[in-house]
């Protein structure tokens, strides 16, 4: 196990509402990175967070944001939700200067109806 | 063109074949490139990372073609628990303190008896 934890693991929420994921980094790592996986495609980076800042976004629009908190630990918004944002998300926790050794998380399945 | 480009599959081989897969990136600064092993509905593990000299790991060898700009990945002897989707990634810039990976769509393997 990575000891990177995600919550809730399975969520179902209709068109329109606004969602919070969550994520808890592995001890010792102070970047957390987003990436959501459409079925039957790869993960797709949404954005890093280090020293509670955005670190870079992929190309994903402003209705998903994020936080860092002093413990590392990470949310994901999605507002506004669509049915395409049904996906996988999952968050990776690394070093800085070490992102490329990301360490993933289990993911939270959304679903969107 | 996507950043990295990867041949669905499905495989289907049984115990024993061997089988091999390939990727393409383009992105030709690209510098760190991984192979990531995804069981059905989990997350992403890495499998092993790859080098120009390539790699070795008991039944798992990787190789990187920086001229061509593809990657491939073989397994020998394959076994029932090698049944998963084989994601290609790519880190454009070493030691890139974004450390954004880019996945391919990954590749589905099924070993069968």
């Known amino acids: 196990e990575t000891g990177v934890t995600q919550s809730p693991t399975h969520l179902i929420k209709t068109r329109g509402q606004q969602v919070t994921l969550r994520c808890s980094s592995q001890s010792g790592h102070n970047t957390v990175s987003w990436y959501q996986q459409a079925l039957g495609q790869g993960p797709q980076f949404i954005f890093q967070?280090?020293?509670?800042?955005?670190?870079g976004r992929g190309n994903f629009p402003p209705r998903f944001s994020g936080l860092q908190f002093p413990n590392y630990s990470s949310e994901l918004n999605v507002n506004a939700l669509e049915l395409d944002d049904s996906a996988l998300y999952l968050c990776?926790?690394?070093?800085?200067?070490?992102?490329?050794?990301?360490?993933f998380g289990p993911g939270t399945r959304l679903t969107v109806t | 063109r996507k950043e990295v480009e990867q041949d669905p599959g499905p495989f289907n081989v049984p115990e024993g074949a061997t089988v091999a897969f390939n990727c393409t990136y383009s992105n030709s600064a690209s510098q760190s490139f991984f192979w990531y092993r995804q069981d059905c509905r989990k997350e992403p593990k890495l499998l092993m990372s790859?080098?120009?000299s390539g790699n070795e790991d008991g039944r798992f060898t990787a190789q990187l073609n920086r001229a061509s700009q593809y990657i491939s990945l073989l397994i020998r002897d394959s076994k029932l628990s090698d049944s998963a989707t084989y994601l290609c990634?790519?880190?454009?810039?070493?030691?890139?303190?974004?450390?954004?990976?880019?996945f391919g769509r990954g590749t589905q393997l099924t070993v069968w008896p």
């Open positions: 967070y280090y020293r509670e800042e955005e670190n």
């Open positions: 790859v080098y120009s």
């Open positions: 990776a926790s690394s070093l800085q200067g070490l992102s490329y050794e990301q360490y």
């Open positions: 990634v790519v880190v454009p810039d070493r030691g890139s303190t974004l450390g954004r990976l880019y």
